[in-house]
């Protein structure tokens, strides 16, 4: 018995220092300006719904870490080559799916068609798209569910022009996630109508291949905590008590 109890205290004990070997760097952490899931608030720090479930994930992990706001192409490119860096939030397609390790859901992101609120479009299903422009944000996970599928999309480096290019008449619609489309709107003063939903898709914290899966598997047992104890509806809620929470699935 004393034997037995000896092996798994020593086995705890090699999986912590294990753990403190491979995190010999701080884990840098990208984002973009995509609200309300991450954006620069009041105070100049990032913030927001993803923002904050990573901090909070974080904090209870102990690890060193840092969260820096990126363009989103540059951000995605250098989670792919860097080693101790992971993206969020990343949308989970197919595409993406065995070029990162994932720490999932964050969010469950509507992906949607804007356009004028006078628009008299009609979607019904994809062939529609044809006869319009649309715009949208270079490397978004909303552009590549359509480019895949062989329908062109005009994009942008930052999210908000196609704003003014909907409102300017340049686009006729607008590919984006429903929520963040609403927010840049909002922000810009300007009135958009949702014609068409795509797809939902669930988005996460997208990590390097080569970071440890030790370091991975406890960032998504604390993700798993934080639904459990109602952390995950709390935060979804302050931001908008008319926001609906991702369901965890546990894989």
């Given at each position: 018995m004393r034997h037995r109890l000896f092996l798994i205290i020593f086995g705890c004990l090699l999986s912590l220092t294990?753990?403190?070997?491979?995190?010999?760097?701080?884990?840098?952490?990208?984002?973009?300006?995509?609200p309300p899931y991450n954006f620069i608030g009041s105070e100049d720090e990032v913030s927001g719904i993803s923002t904050e479930i990573v901090q909070e994930i974080m904090?209870?992990?102990?690890?060193?870490?840092?969260?820096?706001?990126?363009?989103?192409?540059?951000a995605y490119e250098l989670t792919l080559s860097q080693k101790n860096t992971c993206l969020f939030t990343t949308g989970r397609t197919k595409e993406r799916d065995n070029l990162f390790k994932w720490v999932t859901p964050l969010t469950e992101n509507p992906i949607v068609l804007f356009a004028q609120p006078t628009s008299t479009i009609k979607i019904t299903q994809l062939s529609d798209l044809s006869e319009y422009r649309i715009g949208g944000y270079l490397g978004?996970?909303?552009?590549?569910?359509?480019?895949?599928?062989?329908?062109?999309?005009?994009?942008?480096?930052?999210?908000?022009?196609?704003?003014?290019?909907?409102?300017?008449?340049?686009?006729?619609?607008?590919?984006?996630?429903?929520?963040?489309?609403?927010a840049l709107a909002n922000k810009t003063g300007d009135e958009i109508k949702?014609?068409?939903?795509?797809?939902?898709?669930?988005?996460?914290?997208?990590?390097?291949?080569?970071?440890?899966?030790?370091?991975?598997?406890r960032l998504q047992q604390e993700l798993h905590a934080l639904y459990q104890e109602g952390f995950i509806e709390r935060v979804y809620h302050k931001y908008d008590p008319n926001l609906s929470v991702p369901i965890y699935k546990a894989e």
């Amino acid at each position: 018995m004393r034997h037995r109890l000896f092996l798994i205290i020593f086995g705890c004990l090699l999986s912590l220092t294990v753990i403190k070997t491979a995190w010999s760097e701080d884990l840098l952490f990208f984002t973009e300006h995509y609200p309300p899931y991450n954006f620069i608030g009041s105070e100049d720090e990032v913030s927001g719904i993803s923002t904050e479930i990573v901090q909070e994930i974080m904090k209870r992990t102990g690890f060193a870490y840092r969260i820096k706001l990126t363009p989103w192409k540059r951000a995605y490119e250098l989670t792919l080559s860097q080693k101790n860096t992971c993206l969020f939030t990343t949308g989970r397609t197919k595409e993406r799916d065995n070029l990162f390790k994932w720490v999932t859901p964050l969010t469950e992101n509507p992906i949607v068609l804007f356009a004028q609120p006078t628009s008299t479009i009609k979607i019904t299903q994809l062939s529609d798209l044809s006869e319009y422009r649309i715009g949208g944000y270079l490397g978004d996970a909303a552009v590549d569910y359509l480019v895949t599928r062989n329908i062109p999309v005009e994009t942008v480096r930052d999210d908000k022009l196609n704003v003014r290019k909907l409102q300017g008449g340049r686009i006729d619609l607008w590919v984006t996630g429903e929520m963040a489309g609403h927010a840049l709107a909002n922000k810009t003063g300007d009135e958009i109508k949702k014609i068409f939903k795509l797809t939902a898709i669930a988005g996460g914290i997208a990590c390097n291949l080569h970071l440890s899966d030790l370091i991975t598997t406890r960032l998504q047992q604390e993700l798993h905590a934080l639904y459990q104890e109602g952390f995950i509806e709390r935060v979804y809620h302050k931001y908008d008590p008319n926001l609906s929470v991702p369901i965890y699935k546990a894989e």
